[in-house]
């Protein structure tokens, strides 16, 4: 995984944060050396306000003192914000419209606007559905391939 994610720009989606905060026993690991990679410069890391919303959500069902120490984490980390703004929304209607996935359409749609062609998660179900429909967002918004990695299982295609 780490000669697909070297010197790459990478959007890391918000699993990825939650299975290092919670020291998943399937995810921990892979997940922790993707957040070494972004640390030590090794790829050029990008992320969101959605995914801090998402993360504190997901872990003050757990532990909000925990929620809390992970969105602080986060946003110290080397990563640059993309904004959500009207576009955003166009490319996540479009998205969501032709996949049926609702929050992980507005990260594609990030990804999307913002020229970034890797996105790192271990969402499967979801991201799939998205690459599978990616050839046509591809044509009618003009934006890039999209390749999907996932830490554990390595490239993932459309299924």
């Given amino acids: 995984m780490r000669d697909l994610l070297k010197k790459k720009r990478v959007y890391i989606d918000t699993n990825i944060f939650i299975y290092v905060a919670l020291k998943h026993p399937d995810f921990y690991k892979k997940c922790y050396d993707?957040?070494?990679?972004?640390?030590?410069?090794?790829?050029?890391?990008?992320?969101?306000?959605?995914?801090?919303?998402?993360?504190?959500?997901?872990?003050?069902?757990?532990d909000v003192e925990a929620a809390y120490e992970a969105v602080s984490s986060y946003l110290d980390l080397p990563l640059t914000?993309?904004?959500?703004?009207?576009?955003?929304?166009?490319?996540?209607?479009?998205i969501a419209v032709l996949s049926k996935v609702t929050y992980d359409s507005l990260h594609a749609a990030l990804v999307a606007q913002n020229g970034i062609d890797i996105v790192v998660s271990e969402d499967l179900e979801d991201w799939s559905k998205i690459l599978r429909i990616w050839p046509k967002v591809k044509?009618?918004?003009?934006?890039?391939?999209?390749?999907?990695?996932?830490?554990?299982?390595?490239?993932?295609?459309?299924?």
Avoid at 35 to 56: C, D, I, P, R, T
Avoid at 81 to 94: G, K
Avoid at 139 to 159: N, Y
Wanted: charged share 30%; proline share 2%; aromatic share 10%.
């Fill in 139 to 159: 044509e009618r918004l003009k934006v890039r391939d999209l390749t999907f990695i996932s830490p554990t299982k390595g490239v993932v295609e459309a299924r």
């Fill in 34 to 62: 993707v957040l070494e990679m972004l640390v030590s410069k090794e790829l050029v890391g990008y992320g969101s306000h959605l995914v801090l919303f998402e993360l504190f959500g997901a872990l003050s069902e757990i």
């Fill in 81 to 94: 914000m993309l904004e959500l703004n009207r576009e955003t929304f166009d490319y996540a209607r479009e």
